[in-house]
């Protein structure tokens, strides 16, 4: 999957995706994770997610990735706060502003090692195809500090009933993915709420990994 088909997504605004409040599941679990304030947290492909300023007001240092620089644009413009002037960072465009920073280009060119305490995935991992999946686990896997924590969002349905993005990605599969390095604990799962999933009688389940 080319990082045009996101640009195009959002080009098109076709982002169902984005959800217009925080995710229920980082209000209710996030705690069970134990961050304490000043720590960091990652986002990947995080879009312009409102969970960015939830971690934020959490008290935790939040670093975004994000293809589309309209998406962080418009981040900034949604929620009436001040666009930081753009810094160019090697291949990526950092966007800094106090504790939160954005960084706009492809996260697979990403590799900062041992960086992070915790990683928030809600809709980064169910975006990629199967193929693309272990080169995206093996960033988080390098990046997140020896006993950092996950908050895993995921969907598991039958494939076969609808094209993916969002893709079903079973606990068998974050198992196959995760189980070598991370401890991995499932905390809930339930019908998904999202009109499309719904129609297929997805499941939406919630994970706490911990590096081992």
Not at 53 to 74: D, M, P
Not at 160 to 181: A, N
């Amino acid at each position: 999957m080319e990082p045009k088909f996101w640009i195009e997504r959002w080009e098109e605004g076709s982002t169902a995706f984005h959800q217009k409040d925080f995710h229920e599941f980082l209000v209710k679990y996030w705690s069970k994770l134990g961050a304490q304030p000043g720590q960091r947290v990652l986002v990947p492909l995080c879009g312009k997610s409102l969970d960015l300023l939830w971690l934020r007001q959490a008290g935790l240092k939040v670093h975004g990735f994000e293809l589309y620089e309209k998406a962080i644009e418009a981040f900034f413009d949604e929620n009436t706060l001040p666009k930081p002037e753009p810094k160019k960072r090697g291949v990526f465009t950092d966007y800094v502003s106090g504790d939160l920073e954005l960084s706009c280009g492809d996260f697979f060119e990403f590799a900062e090692i041992e960086q992070y305490d915790f990683i928030y995935d809600r809709a980064a991992l169910v975006a990629l195809p199967k193929e693309m999946r272990r080169s995206y686990v093996d960033k988080l896997t390098a990046a997140l500090k020896p006993g950092g924590k996950q908050l895993l969002i995921s969907f598991d349905y039958d494939q076969s009933k609808m094209e993916g993005p969002p893709f079903s990605v079973s606990t068998k599969d974050i198992e196959t993915l995760y189980s070598q390095r991370f401890s991995i604990k499932t905390i809930e799962t339930r019908l998904a709420k999202e009109p499309k999933l719904a129609a297929v009688q997805s499941k939406e389940t919630v994970y706490i990994l911990e590096k081992l």
